[in-house]
């Protein structure tokens, strides 16, 4: 997976990785929220572009965020891509959470941001792409509080 930062540009996942401790480093009595959030954005031609967003935010005090896009033909259903942008916010999850037990960042709270919400089409996927990401052992955001998937990553699938 290659990850893309505005400042240091393509990373490996365990650069961005580094580059969130350092950040936590700098200042560790505040406090931070790791989230992941995935969305996507279909173009003309039946492409889908998803894109997977990882922000640290120190709360109150901004944040660094690292992006991953990749490219698909397959998703047949609005149904289908959402579960996929959920699967890929879980497996992005699942690798940094690793890197965070062998560092000893343990403590530190992960959420996933959803692109789903109570208006629109996506709002009878609400309880089942949440039940996955809580049974997955994350919290789970839905929109207007999943601004990790709605509006960072959303800025880059375009």
């Known amino acids: ?17 580094s580059e969130i401790i350092s950040y936590i ?3 560790p009595q505040e406090e931070y929220k790791l989230i992941i ?3 996507s954005h279909s173009h003309y031609n039946s492409e889908i572009t998803f894109v997977t967003a990882v922000i640290i935010h120190r709360v109150g005090k901004g944040g660094r965020y690292f992006y991953y896009r990749e490219k698909h033909f397959f998703v047949q259903s609005l149904r289908q891509r ?6 890929l ?9 690793s890197l965070l037990s062998a ?4 403590n530190l709270n992960v959420e996933i941001h959803l692109d789903v919400g109570e208006a629109g089409d996506t709002k009878e996927l609400i309880r089942e792409v949440v039940g996955m990401v809580i049974g997955s052992g994350f919290d ?4 207007p509080e999943s601004y990790g998937a709605s509006k960072v990553a959303d800025r880059y699938t375009k």
Do not use: C
């Open 1 to 17: 997976m290659i990850f893309y930062s505005p400042t240091k540009g393509k990373m490996t996942l365990e650069e961005s990785f």
């Open 25 to 27: 480093k700098e200042q």
């Open 37 to 39: 959030g995935t969305d």
């Open 82 to 87: 959402i579960f996929y942008e959920t699967s």
């Open 89 to 97: 916010s879980l497996d992005v999850a699942g690798r940094i959470t």
């Open 103 to 106: 560092e000893n960042f343990d």
């Open 140 to 143: 789970a955001r839905i929109k």
